[in-house]
């Protein structure tokens, strides 16, 4: 019986750093998967921009239409995330034609940025990319 004491009292320490540690661990764990949305979304709008401003750049006629739906044809399988496409420039050959792509992500920490001085906004940005425009 007394072995059996001596074992239960050495194994309390061992819960206690666990009752201490796991949520911090947790926490930082959830932070990761929350950026990595936010980095998989932003990586998906730059895609999505250049590929729209590459097709576009090799039509003669209505660049921005063109642009706008092929941006928006390849975010239709972005599993996570709101995108807004525009586009400007373009017309005649030569001119620098631009796909801007504007992204937006839950954050999973807005209550919790309160406590840390934070506003708790979602996670958003914008990609822009460039093409000329093609043509004699």
């Known amino acids: 019986m007394r072995r059996v004491m001596l074992w239960l ?12 540690t796991l949520p911090i661990v947790l926490l930082a764990t959830m932070a990761l998967v929350n950026m990595t949305i936010a980095g998989f ?18 039509y003669q006629e209505n660049q921005h239409g063109v642009a706008i739906g092929a941006a928006n044809q390849m975010l239709s399988n972005a ?10 420039g373009g017309g005649k050959p030569g001119s620098l034609l631009a796909v801007t ?12 940025m309160a406590f840390f ?3 708790g906004e979602d996670f ?3 990609s822009v990319a460039y093409f000329r425009q093609e043509g004699w």
Not at 41 to 58: L, Q
């Open 9 to 20: 009292r050495n194994k309390r320490g061992d819960m206690a750093e666990a009752a201490v």
């Open 41 to 58: 979304a932003s990586v998906n709008a730059a895609n999505a921009a250049n590929y729209g401003a590459r097709v576009a750049s090799v």
């Open 79 to 88: 599993p996570i995330g709101e995108y807004e496409v525009s586009a400007s």
């Open 101 to 112: 792509v504007e992204w937006e992500v839950p954050n999973f920490f807005k209550g919790l």
């Open 117 to 119: 001085g934070g506003s």
């Open 124 to 126: 958003s940005g914008e």
